[in-house]
């Protein structure tokens, strides 16, 4: 593998590459090349869209993870908080046995019986595993 002077990226006109903007992970690598051996911190954030305190984040993580750290990761919850399995299979056992009732009468007896559930869990629930009620 060659090695490069890394004094030599300053010269290199990185908007050849022709990146698009969609890739976040490429666009944070640029940002922290042109920012630390190009065109300086500010002149990069503000080319780039990123704050003072993102683009010191984003460098303090390449530096301790590599590439690795440049990709977002999945927003929001990991799993089901409320809907375990054991609650999807009481929202379907309470389905089978009492077909015309609704999510929301679901939900309540759920509710009555010492269980935590929203309707619209009930209703996810009820959608998934494709119990809706038919209608000809």
């Known amino acids: 593998m060659a090695t490069t002077n890394i004094s ?3 010269d290199i006109d990185l908007g050849k590459l022709n990146i ?30 990123f704050s003072e305190q993102r683009y010191y984040q984003l460098k303090k993580a390449f530096i301790e993870k590599g590439s690795e750290a440049l990709v977002d990761l ?7 908080h409320v ?10 056992r309470m389905r089978f046995l009492d077909p015309d009732s609704s ?14 559930i929203s309707t619209r869990s009930v ?7 494709g119990l809706q009620k038919k209608t000809l």
């Open 103 to 116: 999510p929301a009468a679901i939900a309540q007896k759920l509710t009555q019986q010492g269980h935590k």
């Open 123 to 129: 209703e996810r629930t009820v959608t998934e595993y």
């Open 74 to 80: 999945k927003r929001g919850p990991q799993h089901n």
């Open 20 to 49: 698009s903007t969609d890739d976040k992970p490429t666009v944070k690598l640029l940002m922290l090349l042109e920012g630390t051996y190009g065109i300086g911190v500010e002149k990069s954030i503000s080319k780039y869209g």
């Open 8 to 10: 030599q990226l300053a």
């Open 83 to 92: 809907r375990s399995v054991e609650m999807d299979k009481l929202i379907i």
